[in-house]
Each structure stands twice: as structure tokens, then as C-alpha cells.
T-cell receptor, first 115, second 116 residues
Framework: AQSVTQLGSHVSVSEGALVLLRCNYSSSVPPYLFWYVQYPNQGLQLLLKYTSAATLVKGINGFEAEFKKSETSFHLTKPSAHMRDAAEYFCAVRTYGGATNKLIFGTGTLLAVQP | KAGVTQTPRYLIKTRGQQVTLSCSPISGHRSVSWYQQTPGQGLQFLFEYFSETQRNKGNFPGRFSGRQFSNSRSEMNVSTLELGDSALYLC?????WGQGATDTQYFGPGTRLTVL
């Protein structure tokens, strides 16, 4: 069964500092991996996705993530945090080749950005 | 292109009542999935539809049901509401479904259901 684990339910950084949100996956087959962001009282917005092409994936708003098979990780990074990045971030996995679009989500990481 | 729309955005019901939530996918998208989001359980998969057929269902009681219409719009229904059904219900649409599909799911803003 597939799963994702997000380390750190709360992360706080200063404005301008590096953002690093951790995600580890468990999958017996090549996974499709996603990062979504949720702002207060809103739905989920796709940041980026990995679908077995390039291992370094660039997304919107300056975010990127690197797929590392040896570490079963897909950490999300941004070189310089902005106040508007304060939100909750979810890592998700979907099985390649499975007859389903179902996403399995991590528990989320709430990012706070201090001025 | 318009995004996924969900109606209503907010809903207050009392225990024992039933509720119907609506989702209109992105134009041209034929697959709709539903998720429940609560502080305690996080994001959990309810069910998914493609071509008016339920393709998969999550681990929820039979009080939770849904359907998809020929125009790909979807509704979900919760009967005999319980306090624990209070949640944000999210709908997501994607182009296709099935083996090898690589479609991304795009989410709507959700319906916030409060059960009193």
C-alpha cells in the first residue's frame, strides 16, 4: 500500500529564509508524487508534480522538489520565503498504472513565515 | 477556463438530516473524486466517478453516496447526519481515469459542512 509521511506538522521560518518541507513516500511501484498548498478557507492548489520524467521538478511560486528514489523522499524547497507562502502544504502519492485517480495525502505541514 | 466549482460553499445542518453537495468539474474533465477533510483525520478519499460510474470507494459508511451525471457534474449525499460528519468536503476533477492515466487532480474550494 502506498503512503506518505510528512515530517513536522508545523514549520516556522523567517521571511527571506530557505523553506524545506519534508515528505517521504512508501510505494512498491513507481509513484506519482504531488505537492499541494491550501490557503485558509480554500481548496487545494497544485504546486508541482513528479511523474517519472525529470527528478528535479519546478513548480509555481518559486517552489521546487527533488525526487530521490534511494531516500524515498520528495522534499519541497523554496530559496527565499515570502509572507504570502504562509499556508498548509500537503504531499500526496498516486500509484502509477493503478486503475484509480485516488490520492493518498500526508498529514500536512503548516508553514508560518515570520517578518 | 473556469475551475472546479462547488455549491454550496457553506452549509449548516442538524443531526439526522441529510445533505446533498454539488460539484461541477473543469470543462472537458470527465473524472470527479471526492475527499473529506477534518482536523483529526486529515484528507480522506470518499469515492471517484468516471463516465457516470463509481470506480472506487473509500472506507466510509453507506450513509455516504454519490453519483455522476452525463455532463460529468457530480453530487454527493450524506444521509442521517452525525456530528462527526462536520468537515470540509472537497471535489477534484481530472481529464480521464484508469490504467496508466497521468492526469492531475484539480480541486474546488470545498463545501464546509457543519452538523449541530
Amino acid at each position: 500500500a502506498q503512503s506518505v509521511t510528512q515530517l513536522g506538522s508545523h514549520v516556522s521560518v523567517s521571511e527571506g529564509a530557505l523553506v524545506l518541507l519534508r515528505c517521504n513516500y512508501s510505494s512498491s511501484v513507481p509513484p506519482y508524487l504531488f505537492w499541494y498548498v491550501q490557503y485558509p478557507n480554500q481548496g487545494l492548489q497544485l504546486l508541482l508534480k513528479y511523474t517519472s520524467a525529470a527528478t528535479l521538478v519546478k513548480g509555481i511560486n518559486g517552489f521546487e522538489a527533488e525526487f530521490k528514489k534511494s531516500e524515498t523522499s520528495f522534499h519541497l524547497t523554496k530559496p527565499s520565503a515570502h509572507m504570502r507562502d504562509a499556508a498548509e502544504y500537503f504531499c500526496a502519492v498516486r500509484t502509477y498504472g493503478g486503475a484509480t485517480n485516488k490520492l493518498i495525502f500526508g498529514t500536512g505541514t503548516l508553514l508560518a513565515v515570520q517578518p | 477556463k473556469a475551475g472546479v466549482t462547488q455549491t454550496p460553499r457553506y452549509l449548516i445542518k442538524t443531526r439526522g438530516q441529510q445533505v446533498t453537495l454539488s460539484c461541477s468539474p473543469i470543462s472537458g474533465h470527465r473524472s470527479v473524486s471526492w475527499y473529506q477533510q477534518t482536523p483529526g483525520q486529515g484528507l480522506q478519499f470518499l469515492f471517484e466517478y468516471f463516465s457516470e460510474t463509481q470506480r472506487n470507494k473509500g472506507n466510509f459508511p453507506g450513509r455516504f453516496s454519490g453519483r455522476q451525471f452525463s455532463n460529468s457534474r457530480s453530487e454527493m449525499n450524506v444521509s442521517t447526519l452525525e456530528l462527526g460528519d462536520s468537515a470540509l468536503y472537497l471535489c477534484a476533477s481530472s481529464l480521464g481515469w484508469g490504467q496508466g492515466a497521468t492526469d492531475t487532480q484539480y480541486f474546488g474550494p470545498g463545501t464546509r459542512l457543519t452538523v449541530l
